[in-house]
């Protein structure tokens, strides 16, 4: 079928929705809603689809459009569940279980037939990651089973009920209204560490817990437990790679990222590294660090960990968003470099779940007093730590993507003997939606895993990935089935598997002989050269488009083009 996505933003899920509708074989376009509905309506004009469905939309479609056209919604909760808040109604309730809804678009939200549900479990993760992973799952079986029954054109869509318990067939209804900051705002004096930490986990990415510090409003991202530390009930203890360490009525939190408000006069009103925050509010705070490994039994926050079990050492790290910034990188460097010390047959390289990598932290680089020179710094720190991964010949190392890569945390993964990625993962190896040529040695990695030609379609067209498409093309070695918390310990049983293949050794010692066979035709110093020479083109040319592109993305400004797929024209090449 003819396929036409609706969304506010062509983000994770409209993604996925996207590279698995194609998967299936359906034409599939997209039609951002960010300028009204003229742009919607104009899509629909051109493509005239079988079908509309719309993965993320904060505005309602067209009357015209939904009353001439089959338009399926994607609703992030149960059957019944109405309103703009639903996943964060399901944090703040601690509900066990939940679901998605994809039900026909009409007049009042959320109203409409359904055409499919799909229940998920909620673990105590942010709600950006639960979004990204089993609402994304959840979502995704539901999409493709309504799109096959509207496809087979026999099946019904079954109604709604219009008041709880009236007796009817269709789901209860239950309308849960936006959900507002004051629900957000964390009492310091009173909340205990489990409500502040559901609070901070509820506003994660958006909208954030908008708190107070020695008088600036700021929102609060992200929350974890601390052991250990101990204050005042919302004193300030410690900073931490980035995060500062917050005392709760009965323990401690840390929260990884702070963004001043819009009209405080700050000039980088949006999510960064906690402490960067606080440093440029005069705020002075010790820094608390912990080593890479951990004893089992401690429950505190660290962005980087190294564990062992038996021949297969575990390299973890997770960075918000999957930015990683020029610190964040030479602290994964040395953790790396740390992993190395320790005699195994096999290292693993990857968070436990959620993002691997989307490249260099653009975030930190636009707050930045000179942002070319830290655009320069951070792709030389990313270049660091792909070449350790490259020049690694001792043990076999496994890039183990248990969700999105993009850009230069791709190509970090192509660095790797070994990729494997969770099925329902989106990669975007490509660089230019950004205005950049790209580095971490792709002109290397990627046409060496598969072919010239096929290297520069992917960095050309600039288009997702599904993990089934990223491995027929050859980017990835495995695809791995489990639901996202299952992923991590998955991992090691096949890391366990590889690590005990009688053949381990053989295969280490052809690929430190095809390394330096490689080094002797082009040095990996080659490629970083000229790599870098036109990244530092562009970082360095105030009129290139990647600083505007940047500066766009950083403070969400809406997208430039309505058709997030159309060809680029102009890009760094």
Not at 318 to 327: H, L, Q, V, Y
Not at 425 to 442: C, D, I, K, Q, T
Not at 494 to 508: G, S, W
Request: proline share 8%.
């Amino acid at each position: 079928m003819d396929i036409l996505l609706v969304a506010s933003a062509f983000n994770s899920l409209s993604q996925r929705v996207y590279v698995e509708l194609s998967d299936e074989g359906h034409r599939v376009d997209v039609v951002l809603a960010t300028h009204g509905p003229e742009p919607v309506r104009a899509a629909v004009r051109e493509t005239g689809p079988d079908l509309i469905v719309a993965p993320m939309l904060k505005t309602a479609l067209p009357e015209d459009v939904w009353r001439e056209h089959t338009c399926l919604i994607v609703h992030p909760g149960p059957p019944g569940d109405r309103g703009p808040s639903s996943l964060d109604w399901a944090i703040d309730g601690e509900a066990a279980h939940w679901g998605v809804t994809v039900l026909q678009a009409e007049a009042a939200m959320d109203a409409g037939d359904i055409w499919a549900a799909e229940p998920f479990p909620v673990p105590a993760v942010g709600k950006s990651d639960l979004y990204r992973n089993e609402a994304s799952d959840a979502a995704m079986a539901a999409v493709l089973l309504a799109v096959r029954r509207y496809a087979d054109a026999s099946y019904k869509p079954r109604p709604q009920t219009g008041d709880p318990g009236d007796g009817a067939d269709g789901p209860d209804v239950v309308w849960r209204d936006f959900f507002r900051q004051d629900r957000r705002r964390v009492d310091w004096d009173h909340d205990g560490t489990g409500t502040v930490l559901r609070k901070l986990r509820g506003a994660d990415s958006q909208p954030g817990v908008l708190d107070e510090i020695l008088g600036h409003e700021v929102f609060l991202h992200g929350g974890h437990p601390e052991d250990e530390l101990r204050g005042r009930p919302g004193e300030l203890l410690a900073t931490r790679a980035g995060a500062v360490c917050r005392a709760t009525r009965d323990g401690a939190v840390w929260i990884p990222e702070l963004r001043p408000r819009r009209n405080s006069g700050d000039p980088a009103p949006f999510r960064r590294p906690a402490a960067s925050v606080l440093a440029a509010l005069g705020v002075p705070l010790p820094e608390a660090p912990v080593p890479f490994e951990l004893p089992a039994d401690r429950r505190t926050w660290s962005d980087v960990r190294y564990r062992r079990r038996g021949d297969v050492g575990f390299l973890t790290f997770s960075f918000p968003g999957g930015a990683m910034s020029t610190d964040q990188c030479r602290r994964l460097l040395a953790a790396y470099e740390h992993a190395l010390a320790d005699p195994t047959w096999v290292l693993v390289l990857g968070p436990e779940r959620d993002f691997f990598s989307n490249g260099i932290h653009l975030n930190v680089i636009e707050a930045a007093a000179d942002p070319a020179a830290e655009s320069w710094a951070n792709i030389n720190a990313m270049d660091d730590l792909a070449e350790a991964v490259l020049r690694t010949t001792d043990r076999l190392v496994v890039a183990a993507l248990g969700g999105n890569a993009a850009a230069g945390g791709a190509m970090l993964a192509l660095a790797a003997d070994q990729v494997w990625c969770r099925a329902g993962a989106v990669l975007n190896p490509h660089y230019r939606r950004m205005g950049l040529y790209g580095s971490e040695f792709w002109t290397y990695t990627l046409p060496r895993r598969v072919g010239a030609a096929t290297a520069d379609r992917l960095t050309t067209e600039a288009l997702p990935l599904s993990a089934a498409s990223a491995a027929r093309t050859g980017l990835v070695d495995r695809i791995v089935r489990t639901a996202p918390g299952e992923f991590a310990a998955e991992t090691e049983r096949l890391a366990a598997e590889l690590a005990a293949a009688p053949d381990l050794a053989q295969r280490i010692a052809a690929k430190a002989a095809a390394r330096r066979a490689d080094e002797e035709v082009r040095p990996l110093a080659e490629y970083r050269r000229d790599e870098l020479a036109r990244m530092h083109a562009i970082f360095f040319d105030p009129e290139a488009p990647y600083h505007a592109l940047r500066s766009a993305f950083v403070r969400k400004q809406p997208a430039a083009t309505t058709r997030p797929l159309a060809p680029l024209d102009g890009a760094a090449r």
